[in-house]
């Protein structure tokens, strides 16, 4: 290491500047490469390399991130929360980082290295993760043994391998359970993940908290939470709440933020509270209605996810509801709403509506339909009715019933002043 201001035959003062220089321009074209090593640098420090001339080279400090970290009570430093790259930091490769380092030295060895991973996200390609997504993992049966975890790209199926592996547990699946423990009220509640796929990522499950209980069985088929907890502790879906049916209203029913999802649940809230459509589904009248076979819709998925939110919803048993499973669903048909970022509420209920009538749409063998100009001088209700009859032979479900509609166009021309009349449908 190197203290400020030292000079060898290979960095004196000009040579120094000019590669500086070099480096600038290397590290503004340098892509993200999988894998590869960034550093995080304070840009307080940093603005005194780039303004760095002449003379000035031989006289900067050490690199100095102490604005930017924070000092735990074990005496150990981590980045600050909530900072802003290109105005609290910048990030530059590692090589540059140690070009850096043999120039100008590095103050303190473990508040200055802060290093992080260029890592493959599975939405946006390679990114360089300032604040890695980091989870605590416990052991059911004796709270003291955890582990802490960085899952950003890691899927429940190698969580649970991962888990097998730290705390020496059964390789077989069947016997590691592993649940979400929530903190939203005074007591702890478990929520059993039961219906997660092995492939579906961590960051997606877990997005309302950061805490995971592994919980092993025995040759019984019984865990330490099945033993110690009656079964009112842990959810066995995504209905996350055992308060008896008499406390809630039926219809009155909270939905869980799955992390900057408010504007799902807002659309959804309305949607619930349709009483033509809520029926359609408790009573399980649509069952009949679901159209495998349409390839503009999900083969059914999404209507029966959507179903089973509208029966917890309208038990009257539950406090509030995890939406995971219809989040699932939606975002597969509508990958606009796959990822946890804000988006428009109307935009999520308009894709549900069109999901959802894909879904349920009666008709299985769409028909040809002529739209041709009707003869001049039908009545306006004629063209209504017959614009709507066509419509319904290839599009025939409950929310066609319900929310779609007709709009009447009316084109004239400024020639010849002949008036042309258009029903279109729009839904809600």
């Not at 201001?5 to 000009?14: C, L, M």
């Not at 959802?356 to 008709?363: F, G, K, S, V």
Request: with cysteine; hydrophobic share 35%; aromatic share 8%.
């Amino acid at each position: 290491q190197m203290s400020a201001g030292s000079t060898d035959d290979a960095t004196e003062p000009d040579h120094r500047q000019t590669l500086l220089e070099e480096m600038m321009t290397e590290i503004e074209l340098h892509s993200l490469e999988l894998n590869d090593i960034w550093n995080v640098i304070s840009m307080g420090w940093w603005r005194t390399v780039v303004a760095a001339e002449g003379d000035v080279v031989q006289v900067i400090t050490p690199i100095d991130n102490s604005d930017i970290t924070i000092t735990a009570a074990d005496g150990n430093y981590s980045l600050a929360p909530n900072l802003v790259e290109k105005r609290d930091f910048v990030t530059i490769p590692g090589s540059s980082f140690e070009v850096l380092v043999s120039y100008f030295g590095i103050g303190n060895e473990q508040r200055d290295r802060i290093e992080r991973v260029v890592i493959e996200d599975k939405r946006h390609g390679n990114i360089l993760e300032i604040y890695p997504e980091e989870f605590e993992v416990v052991l059911a049966r004796d709270r003291t043994k955890k582990i802490s975890l960085y899952l950003r790209n890691d899927t429940v199926g190698t969580l649970r391998a991962k888990v097998v592996k730290a705390f020496c547990l059964s390789e077989q699946p069947s016997r590691v359970r592993l649940f979400i423990e929530h903190r939203d009220k005074l007591e702890p509640r478990l929520e059993w993940l039961r219906d997660v796929n092995d492939d579906d990522y961590v960051c997606a499950v877990f997005s309302t908290t950061r805490t995971i209980v592994v919980d092993e069985l025995d040759d019984e088929g019984r865990g330490c939470i099945q033993k110690w907890h009656s079964t009112d502790c842990f959810d066995h879906a995504e209905v996350s709440s055992a308060t008896p049916a008499s406390q809630h209203p039926k219809g009155v029913c909270g939905l869980v933020n799955l992390g900057h999802t408010c504007f799902m649940n807002a659309g959804l809230q309305c949607m619930l509270n349709v009483p033509e459509i809520a029926g359609y589904f408790i009573s399980d009248r649509f069952l009949s209605d679901i159209n495998e076979a349409n390839p503009l819709g999900t083969g059914g998925r999404l209507a029966r996810a959507y179903a089973g939110l509208v029966k917890a919803t309208w038990s009257g048993k539950h406090e509030f509801i995890i939406p995971r499973n219809f989040k699932r669903a939606i975002g597969k048909f509508a990958p606009l709403f796959s990822g946890f970022h804000r988006q428009d509420a109307q935009e999520l209920v308009a894709a549900l509506l069109d999901g959802l009538h894909e879904d349920l749409n009666r008709i299985k063998q769409k028909p040809y339909i002529d739209e041709a100009d009707p003869p001049e001088g039908m009545a306006q209700k004629e063209i209504a009715d017959e614009s709507w009859s066509n419509y319904r032979k290839r599009n025939d479900s409950v929310i066609v019933d319900s929310l779609h509609g007709q709009l009447r166009g009316t084109l004239v021309c400024p020639q010849c002043g002949k008036v042309s009349i258009k029903f279109d449908p729009f839904c809600f």
